[in-house]
């Protein structure tokens, strides 16, 4: 069994970070041609989702979207403040599955797979596990 691999990167305030080709050289590197890609985020205040990576406007338009649909709000209780980036997090989700095919992820002509940082700057992992199947 193939251990993950682990990724980093160090973010900003919020943004969201196009990790694809992270995912393509991971399955190229695991030589599995045909199975599923997992990648999980292992942090409560960011997430990993697939997404539109042609257009810049269309992440804009996401944080702005999500920061309009949870802002932060003095009645939260989280004592660190940052329950507002919990609740991004919470609906964006901790993983995508993504198909593998002929040694490649099998996306759309234009998704990108994205970390998506709600609470930075900070230091980030995530971690890209291949399965042959």
């Keep these: 069994m193939l251990m993950p691999f682990d990724c980093s990167l160090q973010t900003e305030k919020e943004g969201f970070y196009d990790i694809t080709a992270a995912v393509r050289e991971t399955i190229r590197k695991s030589g599995v041609t045909d199975g599923l890609c997992l990648?999980?985020?292992?942090?409560t205040t960011a997430g990993i989702t697939i997404n539109e990576n042609a257009d810049p406007d269309v992440v804009r338009d996401l944080l702005y979207g999500l920061g309009t649909a949870f802002p932060d709000r003095s009645e939260?209780?989280?004592?660190?403040?940052?329950?507002?980036?919990?609740?991004?997090?919470?609906?964006?989700?901790?993983?995508?599955?993504?198909?593998?095919?002929?040694?490649a992820p099998v996306l759309g002509t234009w998704q990108g797979v994205y970390f998506c940082e709600f609470d930075g700057p900070r230091a980030r992992k995530y971690l890209i596990k291949v399965i042959a199947g």
Excluded at 39 to 43: A, G, L, T
Excluded at 88 to 95: L, Q
């Design 76 to 103: 939260f209780r989280h004592a660190e403040g940052n329950s507002a980036a919990h609740l991004k997090a919470s609906c964006i989700g901790s993983s995508v599955i993504l198909m593998v095919e002929n040694g």
């Design 39 to 43: 990648v999980y985020c292992p942090h």
